[in-house]
């Protein structure tokens, strides 16, 4: 069964003494390709470097709310000249959104990146992956004022259940990653049960967010299966329709990975 990461930092430093035996172990396990967001601008280029060297890997640039004070207006003029020379490896603008759970969030900045990065995504007709904390109203009111209709994912999903239901009906896919093991997390796991299997990608967010249990130092994309084995002890389905589910509601995302 094919499996796909949608979301991965496998560019950070973290990973460069291990990366290339990850990705052979990952591929034995299935994960068969990843997506890799972007943060900063000035990690972008290793973000095409490592996208280009990894069979499977395609990349989401962008810039990350929580780094804020690192992004300028020049940022977003290089993000479309960026996307336009690399169209075949690029599948999304990531990670973007609104992070309201920082300390001192600059809301008027982070809501005005957020919104510039809608456009350029609107522009290249890709998905957005979306990273929201205490903000899941206002990034849908600012989805739904600037009309934005291609859809994408919320990664590392923390909203209620109405909330969840307002992102699917807004054309966005619910990001299911290692919160899902921990066995406080009643409230993603009781979203995980309700609502249809067409709402869901699986992503591990390394190195972040491991399972609960992960003997690691840290989290890596080989978690994925972990995840996938949480999520399905909360579904219905057999794991074998929930796989096969799941990855189709990828690739519908990025269809370029079919390729
Ligand atoms: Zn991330």
């Not at 809501?111 to 205490?134: G, S, W, Y």
């Not at 849908?140 to 009906?169: D, P």
């Amino acid at each position: 069964m094919p499996f796909i990461d949608t979301h991965c930092h496998l560019d950070f430093d973290v990973f460069d003494s291990c990366r290339e035996s990850l990705v052979q172990d990952c591929l034995k396990d299935g994960l068969t390709h990843l997506v890799l967001p972007g943060v900063t601008q000035a990690g972008w280029k290793k973000l095409l470097d490592v996208g280009q060297a990894i069979n499977g890997a395609a990349v989401a640039p962008g810039l990350h709310p929580c780094f804020i004070s690192e992004h300028l207006e020049s940022h977003l003029e290089e993000l479309r000249s960026l996307i336009s020379t690399h169209r075949q490896l690029v599948v999304a603008v990531g990670e973007v959104g609104l992070d309201f759970f920082v300390n001192s969030p600059d809301r008027q900045k982070q809501q005005r990146i957020f919104e510039q990065q809608i456009v350029v995504a609107d522009l290249f007709d890709l998905p957005l992956l979306l990273h929201v904390r205490k903000a899941h109203d206002e990034v849908r009111q600012t989805i739904r004022r600037l009309k934005f209709t291609g859809g994408g994912i919320v990664h590392c999903y923390s909203g209620s259940l109405m909330q969840a239901e307002q992102y699917l009906a807004l054309g966005f896919k619910i990001g299911i990653g290692g919160v899902i093991t921990f066995h406080n997390a009643h409230r993603l796991q009781k979203i995980a049960a309700a609502l249809p299997l067409s709402a869901f990608v699986l992503e591990t967010d390394a190195p972040d967010i491991p399972p609960e249990g992960w003997s690691g130092e840290f989290n890596t994309p080989k978690s994925l299966p972990e995840i996938y084995q949480a999520f399905c002890s909360h579904r219905s389905e057999s794991p074998e329709q929930i796989a096969k589910v799941l990855y189709e509601n990828s690739v519908a995302l990025f269809p370029q990975l079919e390729s």
